[in-house]
Each structure stands twice: as C-alpha cells, then as structure tokens.
C-alpha cells in the first residue's frame, strides 16, 4: 500500500466469494486508522474477505496486518 498514513481516505470492503461473480460491500469509508479498527473487530471468517483500498492501491487485510 503506497498510501500509509493514518488519515488517509480508504474504503474498507468485503468481497464475498461465495455469491456467484463475488460481491463487494462497502463496510466504511474513512481514515485509514479508523478502517483499522472496524476490521479488527469483525469475526475472523468475515476478515479474510476484508480489503482495503486507497486511491492509488488495494491489499487484503490480512495482508496488511502480517497475517
């Protein structure tokens, strides 16, 4: 992620693999501290779905935390 610093404008999204073509659901749109945060308090199952996208780059979640 080229953009890293806590106030930058992302979206947080959830892409669900199971519905047909997959289906991405905006969870938030904010700082990327606050992204963060709601991320972390989703259920396990719901973050490895999780990504979250700047102007210029998107990562998984996971990716992003180290895990």
Same mark, same amino acid.
């Given at each position: ?19 047909e ?9 904010? #700082? ?10 989703? #259920? ?15 990562v ?8």
């Amino acid at each position: 992620m080229r953009t890293t610093y806590d106030g930058a404008t992302v979206r947080l999204y959830h892409l669900d693999g199971d519905v047909e073509g997959g289906a991405a659901s905006t969870l938030f749109y904010g #700082p990327l501290a606050q992204a963060l945060d709601l991320a972390a308090q989703q #259920p396990v199952e719901v973050q490895d779905g999780l990504f979250i996208a700047t102007d210029n780059d998107v990562v998984a979640y996971l990716d992003l935390i180290g895990e």
